[in-house]
């Protein structure tokens, strides 16, 4: 009964070393927990700050790639238009000039003094009007009066620039001859006018049928006027159109490359072309063709990108907007974060440690708000109050368990007495049983044991 007794208390005090340990081992996972939690709550701070930074930083790329695919391919259509507007207003500068031309001819080729001389009636036409004077006073380079049968009546070629006269030009031939359709001209009301390409240079050109003044008298020919495309015209182009206008020919074409490939290009596709020279100036090209619809040169127009560095500018300050405008967003949002979540979640956090640093159970964490932290504190606070009540009833346990601790040292105390003194007792009563009580010699039931013991030994020899 005492042996089952000692038993039952060894099997106890086992259990609440087992349970010690185990607090012990929950002890140091707490304290690694708490560790862990806050290192944790640093990670989120700075993983708050990356986000917030990675997303500043891909809005504004957005923004930069958006912009620059938009508001600056925008500007950039917006320049291309005016580019093209501006083509068409040296265009129709040259077109004004061959206008000019083609008037002029008309002029001279319903006139009845022209007529009178066609018809032989007036042979001093001629002399009295087709002079140097008259010519370069009308920027006229070539004047040549032809019959219905494509023969030259008169005509007269100057150089305007040098104010002498000068032989017709080289290579007129080539468009002007006897059976050209150009001065076997019936149509009254329809002129012909363009470029025409010769070895000197590109010639405007104007062709109108002879008749007279009124315009009912049958053609008797054509009169030919022209007027070369010379770089004191380019010039006076470029001051009324207040750009930088050139005129490349065939054979400047030919020797460069790039303009070669420029020509080529506005001949299969376009008779325009634009590509910018820099962030300043672009140039723009477009197609000169003959008469018969050659190509003979092209005009390039130098023009500032005025509309583009608006858009560049403008593009600078937007992005520079864009810019202060995410970090302000950035900011704000972190202000918003760090009050409404990160410093509750330090507050929750440094409360949770406190009380895991003193022990306190019986302490509560301050519920703020009603959102899902003021739910977690909510929850945390139910915890604690779990754990506190299963520290109370481990503290019952435990108190119980020490004054069964108590008992079981006093009863193990007893049970070493009382196991003494039966050893004593029973020493003492086998002395008795084998001696004499007066004398103090062995008595004859010891005699007679040693005997029994010898004979069951010699027995067993």
């Not at 290192?39 to 790639?65: E, G, H, N, P, Q």
């Not at 206008?99 to 001819?105: G, V």
């Not at 017709?168 to 076997?184: A, D, H, M």
């Not at 330090?346 to 306190?360: C, D, F, P």
Request: proline share 3%.
């Amino acid at each position: 009964m005492l042996k089952g007794s000692l038993q039952l208390h060894l099997n106890k005090m086992l259990y609440i070393i087992q349970h010690t340990q185990s607090m012990a081992v929950n002890a140091e996972s707490q304290i690694t927990g708490r560790r862990h939690f806050k290192d944790a709550k640093m990670k989120f701070r700075k993983k708050v700050v990356l986000a917030i930074l990675l997303a500043s930083c891909m809005l504004f790329a957005l923004t930069l790639v958006g912009s620059r695919i938009f508001l600056l391919n925008g500007f950039i259509k917006l320049e291309n238009n005016q580019v093209n507007d501006n083509i068409e207003r040296v265009d129709s500068a040259i077109n004004q000039v061959l206008y000019s031309l083609s008037t002029f001819t008309a002029d001279w080729a319903h006139w009845d003094d022209a007529y009178s001389y066609v018809l032989g009636k007036n042979p001093s036409f001629p002399a009295s009007n087709i002079k140097l004077a008259a010519m370069i006073n009308s920027n006229i380079n070539l004047l040549m009066y032809f019959d219905k049968a494509g023969k030259l009546l008169v005509g007269a070629a100057t150089d305007i620039e040098n104010h002498h006269q000068a032989p017709y030009p080289v290579g007129l031939n080539k468009y002007i001859y006897p059976s050209s359709p150009l001065i076997r001209k019936t149509d009254l009301n329809h002129d012909t006018q363009g470029f025409i390409a010769l070895p000197s240079g590109i010639m405007l050109i104007a062709i109108s049928t002879l008749s007279d003044g009124n315009k009912t008298a049958p053609p008797l020919g054509a009169l030919v006027s022209g007027r070369y495309l010379s770089s004191t015209l380019i010039n006076k182009i470029s001051a009324t159109t207040k750009f930088d206008v050139n005129l490349i020919k065939l054979a400047e074409i030919n020797k460069n490359p790039a303009l070669k490939t420029i020509f080529e290009s506005m001949v299969k596709q376009s008779d325009k072309f634009i590509t910018p020279i820099n962030n300043e100036q672009t140039s723009a090209y477009f197609l000169l063709r003959d008469i018969n619809k050659n190509p003979i040169g092209m005009i390039k127009v130098i023009m500032p990108r005025l509309i583009y560095q608006t858009g560049i500018e403008t593009l600078t300050y937007y992005i520079g907007s864009v810019l202060a405008l995410v970090l302000l967003l950035s900011l704000l949002l972190w202000w918003l974060l760090k009050k409404l979540i990160i410093l509750r979640l330090e507050y929750l956090n440094n409360q949770i440690l406190k009380i895991s640093n003193e022990k306190v159970l019986s302490r509560r964490v301050t519920v703020t708000g009603n959102d899902e932290l003021a739910s977690v504190s909510t929850a945390i606070n139910f915890m604690l109050k779990a754990f506190q009540n299963s520290q109370d009833k481990l503290e019952k346990k435990s108190n119980k368990l020490t004054g069964t601790i108590s008992l079981l040292k006093q009863e193990i105390k007893l049970h070493k007495i009382t196991q003494n003194e039966l050893l004593l007792n029973k020493t003492h009563l086998a002395h008795l049983a084998h001696h004499d009580s007066l004398t103090g010699l062995h008595n004859r039931l010891y005699f007679i044991e040693t005997f029994d013991i010898l004979h069951e030994l010699s027995s067993l020899k």
